[in-house]
């Protein structure tokens, strides 16, 4: 019972990890249409944010404000300078983020340098959960991400501003036409998703190597969670973080991390190959 639950647990974890940065990528590919190849490096921004309060001195709470802020200014001026004149430019959208990303990463290593940087986390003590002990933070991580899922579906589907979203979504021409500004809601929800995956950056940073090219493993975990799951789906996103986060927790314990990293890459192919829509086709969005 204690080795299940720790095991439910570990994939808990890393599903709610995917889940944060599947939420912005959703935004912005699953929701915008935009490919966007930098938005692990929204992810490594976070972390890095952590890691400069906290050698500045100041706390991981404090370090974990900025995460998301960090995230935000990135993406904004990614949004205004490049990303809002290759809209209808996909493939020219894939080249422009990918250099950015390179550019995100070289310039990351030039400012805090070579090698990776420690993020303490705020409670080092384990949680008695009568079956198992299990560290605090990493429920703390849970706790967190589930409760921004819930603010995200809440700010789609009640708010305004969601209304916005789910109209230029639908239909960019009539949302103009009934004065929806959609230059301003594209900037404003590419901005959102940049900086939910920046907070996801900060609560893994203590969990994980932070280095400046540490983005990159998790924006390829987040297509295949915004794929497999189903593109613009936030329920999609749900099972799709499940579906990899549980399988690579599970293979982990059995196999190296490599190996499992590959079946969970061949088991997402064949899973969009049977479910081409993905495994929640017909979420709302």
Known sequence: MDFLVTTLLNALTLISILMLVGLGLA????????TNLAHGEFVTVGAFAVYFVQSMGGSFWLGLAAAPIAGAVVGCILEFAIIRHLYSRPVSTVLATWGV??????????TF?????????????????????????????????????LGVILLIGRTSFGLDIRTVI???????GVGINTRRTYAIA????????????????????????MGV?????????????????????????????????????????????????????????????????????
């Open 27 to 34: 935004i912005s590919f699953g929701l915008m249409n935009v």
């Open 101 to 110: 990303s390179l550019i995100l990463q070289q310039g990351l290593e030039l």
């Open 113 to 149: 340098g070579l090698g990776a940087k420690p993020v303490t986390p705020p409670i080092e003590g384990t949680f008695d959960l009568f079956f198992t002990v299990y560290p605090a933070y990493r429920l703390i991580l849970i706790g967190i991400a589930m409760l921004t899922l």
């Open 170 to 176: 639908q239909n960019r021409e009539m949302a103009e």
């Open 190 to 213: 590419f901005t959102f998703g940049a900086a939910i995956a920046g907070l996801a950056g900060g609560l893994v940073a203590p969990l994980a190597i932070v280095l400046p090219q």
């Open 217 to 285: 493993n998790y924006l390829a975990n987040a297509f295949f969670v915004v794929i497999v799951g189903g593109v613009g789906s936030i329920g999609g996103l749900v099972a799709g973080s499940v579906f990899v986060g549980g399988l690579t927790s599970v293979l982990n314990y059995q196999i190296s991390p490599s190996l499992a990293q590959a079946i969970v890459l061949l088991a997402a192919i064949v899973a969009v190959r049977l479910r081409p829509n993905g495994l929640f086709n017909g979420a709302s969005r």
